[in-house]
């Protein structure tokens, strides 16, 4: 059974500092991985999606990488603004375009201090 | 990219009632919906696979019953909690796919409270 687990839990940093999101999973064999964002009382916000075959995925201020054989994810943000406080989750789809598989891990509470 | 709306956004109901959540495909017709649930500070886990025009696959330990599915049309799903109680109280969210790719398109989501 698919596992997935993300540090740290909670996080806060002051306003401009670069920082790293960690996601790991248990079966390496999946289709994809998705990086989500989710505000307070609201639904989930596609980030990044990366490929099985892909090494990383960059949008704007966000990097995404992925390591399939060690079962690591890592979401970089740059330059965080208090704009970015969320909550992110990671998601490990195991089977094409089936979200039957499509395994969560439990999310990292950002804070950006102004 | 694909818009997925759910209403109500917010519901506070007495313990034994029912409450119906929808869940719409605003601009593609969503051959599949999926419902999940998330209590705070936990992962999303899913609840229920529907297809259009057949029965829902629910997961282990969802109660069929208890969490009534119907997904009629290719735009639109219900999901029915019948007699809630207040460890019911959650937050809900769907899923639509048929859009094509493989972004997941994820609805706003709907806070239930059962007093």
């Known amino acids: 059974k698919q596992e997935v687990t993300q540090i740290p839990a909670a996080l806060s940093v002051p306003e401009g500092e670069n920082l790293v999101l960690n996601c790991s999973f248990t079966?390496?064999?999946?289709?994809?991985l998705q990086w989500f964002r989710q505000d307070p009382g609201k639904g989930l916000t596609s980030l990044l999606l990366?490929?099985?075959?892909?090494r990383e995925q960059t949008s704007g201020r966000l990097n995404a990488s992925l390591d399939k054989s060690s079962g690591r994810s890592t979401l970089y943000i740059a330059a965080s603004q208090p704009g970015d406080s969320a909550t992110y989750l990671c998601?490990?789809?195991?089977?094409?375009?089936?979200?039957?598989?499509?395994?969560f891990g439990s999310g990292t509470q950002l804070t950006v201090l102004p | 990219g694909a818009v997925v709306s759910q209403h109500p956004s917010r519901v506070i109901c007495k313990s034994g009632t029912s409450v119906k959540i929808e869940c719409r495909s605003l601009?593609?017709?969503?051959?599949?919906m999926f419902w999940y649930r998330q209590f705070p500070k936990q992962s999303l886990m899913l609840m229920a696979t529907?297809?259009?025009?057949?029965?829902?696959?629910?997961e282990q330990g969802v109660e069929k019953d208890k969490f009534l599915i119907n997904h009629a049309s290719l735009t639109l799903s219900t999901l029915t909690v019948t007699s809630a109680h207040p460890e019911d109280s959650s937050f809900y969210i769907c899923?639509?796919?048929?859009?094509?790719?493989?972004?997941?398109?994820f609805g706003p989501g709907t806070r239930l409270t059962v007093l």
């Open positions: 079966d390496s064999a999946i289709y994809n």
């Open positions: 601009d593609f017709q969503a051959t599949t």
């Open positions: 998601a490990v789809n195991r089977a094409s375009g089936s979200a039957r598989q499509l395994t």
């Open positions: 529907s297809n259009e025009g057949s029965k829902a696959t629910y």
């Open positions: 990366i490929q099985s075959s892909q």
């Open positions: 899923r639509a796919s048929g859009g094509g790719g493989d972004t997941q398109y």
